[in-house]
Structure formats: structure tokens, C-alpha cells
């Protein structure tokens, strides 16, 4: 293998793959990525079993090959480089020498044929998808995965393929993010995977503009976004039913102004604590106090106008489940469905989106 290839992407490339890396492998190659030059471009491959991802940029190939490295050397190495392009080649002895400007390197590698083989997806089933509407239903569901990993189920999104759109849902028991967008699937029937955190955590960061595809494989999930692929396995078993769980619409709203009520929930977050979560609501006539008492610590106030005529109100919510989603709405005003302190709170934009957090008791 020999090629010349911009040392700013090829960092680039280099960082995102390393992402993928664990540094708990028993296996050395797990820590290697790998390097496939092919006619006028360069591969980047990493995989800890789970999950793998392949970038692909542009270079001069002289003599196409292949080899790995060390993930975190490598990507090291290319951090302290000029800004210039790069001079790669493979010599004998599995010696992968670096050149940039003055500066050269020589570094052990381990040959192509010990790194695992990816598997094969271009003949499974797929879908199209825009990478903006994927990205942002990631964006509005991933953060209520859970993170117990002795409920491994929930560890992760749900993907529900119907014929005519695509359902993310996720939840760690305590909320659930629900978001669905129509588009043109050609399933004949609709099909449920659970793609993990990790898998989702990469995607969510590797996501921009233009079209990709998605491969449901009998255990695994393919997301080929163009220069990028990313192969994961899926999480096995059923996923909770997650429509039970989703309330009824209830007519009367409690309307705020999205910037203003998250800032208030932040400010009375500060004095939550391990032993005292629950910020408390009280909700009357076109009124909101959001308030928070803790006697260790602290306590604060808040009024603000907001748009309700229902009953009196007073329910105590974890701030944290609150800003996670108001954070990511674009919408400047949104109703929040409050029934009573035992019920769940919702919050449903149009058609698409629904996110249900059940209330904590206060004090």
C-alpha cells in the first residue's frame, strides 16, 4: 500500500473511527484499525464486535493494499503532524511508515488477515431515509434510553418499520420519547429492532445532509450514510409495548413559553439533590409557580403567566426529565398535558411526537 492523503482529513476520518474502539478488548487487533487503499481512495475500518464503522475519503492511491494500525497511536500521531499532506506506505514486516514534511515515522502494525471480517448487507431489506429527519429523531428520542444495564432491553431505541413511516421510541421506565415520521418504507409488513446506545451515540454524531440508506439484517442493522457505514448488532428480545403506556390526548392544555419555563425548571434544579429530585409545579388559572424547598440546601420561587383554565394543580416532576426535552423542541409555546399529581405529564407536537414523564412525589 502506498498513498498521499490530507493530513486534516484523514484526522478527521481517524477520529471518528476511533470512537468505535474499546479499550477494554482482549484481543490486540480490536485495537488496530484498519487501513484499505483502493484506486483513488482510502478506507478506515474499526469494530469491537458490536458495532463497526468504515469511512471512506478521497487520496492518490500508488499502489493499492492494506494493513492496520493502532487507533489511538495512529490518530496520536496525526494530531502532531504539519498541516500538509501525508505520505503512507506499507513495508515489510507489517512497517507502516508515516511521512509528513520532516517528519517521519515507523510504526509496528499487525497484517489485514487477523482483523475481523465485517459482514456482508448490500442483499438485506432497507429503507430511505433523509440523514436530517433521522438525526433529528435521535435528537428528540435517544435521550430517554435507559442506562440500567440490568433492564439491557430498554439500552436502547427502538426502530419500528411500518409501510408508509418510521417509529423511534425509547425510555427507561420512568419517561418515554415516541417520534414518527412518514415516509416511504415499501415494507409489506412492519418490523421492530432495538439498536443499542453505542450504535446510536455514533450514528447521532456521524449524521449530516443528504440521503442513507438503513439494512435490517436477521441480527444486525447497517446505516450507510455515503463515506460512512455503520454496522451494529441489535438488542435481542422484545421491546416493552410501548402504546400502553401513552395516555389518552387530554383537551385541556397547560401552554407556556418553551424558553422561559426551561430556564425556570434549570434554576430550580439547582437545589435538587441525591436525597430531594422532584421540583414541584403548581399550576392555576393562566398562573405557574415552579418552585423547590429543600432543607439541607436551599429553596426558590418562580412565577410565570401561562395560557390554562383547567383544576388547580400540584405535582412534583425530576427537572432533569423536563429539560431534556424542552431543550430539543423548536416550538417557541407547548402544551403540556397535566390530568393529576399521579399521572403522567405529556407533551405531544403535531402529529409526530409524544414524550409521557410520570410525576415524583414532592417532599
Same mark, same amino acid.
Given at each position: 500500500?502506498?498513498?498521499?492523503?490530507?493530513?486534516?482529513?484523514?484526522?478527521?476520518?481517524?477520529?471518528?473511527?476511533?470512537?468505535?474502539?474499546?479499550?477494554?478488548?482482549?484481543?490486540? &487487533? !480490536?485495537?488496530?484499525? #484498519?487501513? +484499505?487503499? %483502493?484506486?483513488?481512495?482510502?478506507? $478506515?475500518? @474499526? =469494530? *469491537?464486535?458490536?458495532?463497526?464503522?468504515?469511512?471512506?475519503?478521497?487520496?492518490?492511491?500508488?499502489?493499492?493494499?492494506?494493513?492496520?494500525?493502532?487507533?489511538?497511536?495512529?490518530?496520536?500521531?496525526?494530531?502532531?503532524?504539519?498541516?500538509?499532506?501525508?505520505?503512507?506506505?506499507?513495508?515489510?514486516?507489517?512497517?507502516?511508515?508515516?511521512?509528513?514534511?520532516?517528519?517521519?515515522?515507523?510504526?509496528?502494525?499487525?497484517?489485514?488477515?487477523?482483523?475481523?471480517?465485517?459482514?456482508?448487507?448490500?442483499?438485506?431489506?432497507?429503507?430511505?431515509?433523509?440523514?436530517?429527519?433521522?438525526?433529528?429523531?435521535?435528537?428528540?428520542?435517544?435521550?430517554?434510553?435507559?442506562?440500567?444495564?440490568?433492564?439491557? &432491553? !430498554?439500552?436502547?431505541? #427502538?426502530? +419500528?418499520? %411500518?409501510?408508509?413511516?418510521?417509529? $423511534?421510541? @425509547? =425510555? *427507561?421506565?420512568?419517561?418515554?420519547?415516541?417520534?414518527?415520521?412518514?415516509?416511504?418504507?415499501?415494507?409489506?409488513?412492519?418490523?421492530?429492532?432495538?439498536?443499542?446506545?453505542?450504535?446510536?451515540?455514533?450514528?447521532?454524531?456521524?449524521?449530516?445532509?443528504?440521503?442513507?440508506?438503513?439494512?435490517?439484517?436477521?441480527?444486525?442493522?447497517?446505516?450507510?450514510?455515503?463515506?460512512?457505514?455503520?454496522?451494529?448488532?441489535?438488542?435481542?428480545?422484545?421491546?416493552?409495548?410501548?402504546?400502553?403506556?401513552?395516555?389518552?390526548?387530554?383537551?385541556?392544555?397547560?401552554?407556556?413559553?418553551?424558553?422561559?419555563?426551561?430556564?425556570?425548571?434549570?434554576?430550580?434544579?439547582?437545589?435538587?439533590?441525591?436525597?430531594?429530585?422532584?421540583?414541584?409545579?403548581?399550576?392555576?388559572?393562566?398562573?405557574?409557580?415552579?418552585?423547590?424547598? @429543600?432543607? *439541607?440546601?436551599?429553596?426558590?420561587?418562580?412565577?410565570?403567566?401561562?395560557?390554562?383554565?383547567?383544576?388547580?394543580?400540584?405535582?412534583?416532576?425530576?427537572?432533569?426529565?423536563?429539560?431534556?426535552?424542552?431543550?430539543?423542541?423548536?416550538?417557541?409555546?407547548?402544551?403540556?398535558?397535566?390530568?393529576?399529581?399521579?399521572?403522567?405529564?405529556?407533551?405531544?407536537?403535531?402529529?409526530?411526537?409524544?414524550?409521557?414523564?410520570?410525576?415524583?412525589?414532592?417532599?
Amino acid at each position: 500500500m502506498k498513498i498521499r492523503v490530507s493530513r486534516k482529513d484523514l484526522l478527521e476520518t481517524a477520529q471518528v473511527v476511533q470512537g468505535v474502539v474499546s479499550t477494554k478488548n482482549a484481543l490486540p &487487533i !480490536l485495537s488496530n484499525m #484498519l487501513l +484499505e487503499a %483502493k484506486k483513488d481512495k482510502i478506507s $478506515l475500518m @474499526a =469494530t *469491537d464486535l458490536d458495532i463497526a464503522i468504515i469511512v471512506t475519503i478521497p487520496c492518490e492511491v500508488s499502489q493499492e493494499g492494506a494493513t492496520t494500525v493502532s487507533a489511538k497511536r495512529f490518530t496520536d500521531i496525526l494530531k502532531e503532524l504539519p498541516e500538509d499532506d501525508v505520505a503512507l506506505a506499507v513495508k515489510k514486516n507489517n512497517i507502516v511508515t508515516i511521512d509528513c514534511q520532516n517528519a517521519h515515522f515507523k510504526v509496528n502494525s499487525l497484517p489485514r488477515e487477523e482483523f475481523p471480517k465485517l459482514p456482508s448487507y448490500k442483499d438485506h431489506e432497507s429503507i430511505d431515509i433523509k440523514q436530517e429527519t433521522l438525526k433529528e429523531m435521535l435528537i428528540m428520542t435517544a435521550f430517554a434510553v435507559s442506562h440500567d444495564e440490568t433492564r439491557y &432491553i !430498554l439500552n436502547g431505541v #427502538l426502530f +419500528e418499520i %411500518k409501510p408508509q413511516s418510521l417509529v $423511534l421510541v @425509547a =425510555t *427507561d421506565g420512568r419517561r418515554l420519547a415516541y417520534c414518527e415520521k412518514k415516509i416511504e418504507t415499501r415494507m409489506l409488513k412492519a418490523r421492530k429492532i432495538i439498536v443499542p446506545t453505542k450504535a446510536i451515540t455514533e450514528l447521532s454524531k456521524t449524521l449530516g445532509e443528504g440521503d442513507s440508506k438503513i439494512y435490517f439484517g436477521e441480527n444486525q442493522a447497517t446505516f450507510d450514510l455515503g463515506n460512512t457505514v455503520i454496522i451494529s448488532r441489535l438488542i435481542e428480545g422484545e421491546y416493552p409495548r410501548y402504546e400502553q403506556v401513552i395516555p389518552r390526548e387530554h383537551k385541556e392544555k397547560l401552554l407556556v413559553k418553551k424558553d422561559l419555563f426551561l430556564s425556570a425548571t434549570r434554576r430550580a434544579g439547582l437545589l435538587t439533590n441525591q436525597d430531594s429530585q422532584a421540583i414541584k409545579l403548581d399550576v392555576f388559572k393562566n398562573r405557574l409557580v415552579i418552585s423547590k424547598n @429543600a432543607p *439541607d440546601v436551599g429553596e426558590t420561587r418562580e412565577e410565570m403567566e401561562v395560557e390554562y383554565q383547567g383544576d388547580t394543580l400540584s405535582m412534583g416532576f425530576n427537572p432533569a426529565y423536563l429539560i431534556d426535552v424542552l431543550k430539543n423542541i423548536r416550538e417557541e409555546n407547548v402544551g403540556i398535558e397535566l390530568t393529576a399529581p399521579d399521572k403522567p405529564g405529556v407533551i405531544r407536537l403535531k402529529d409526530d411526537y409524544i414524550y409521557v414523564v410520570l410525576p415524583m412525589q414532592i417532599g
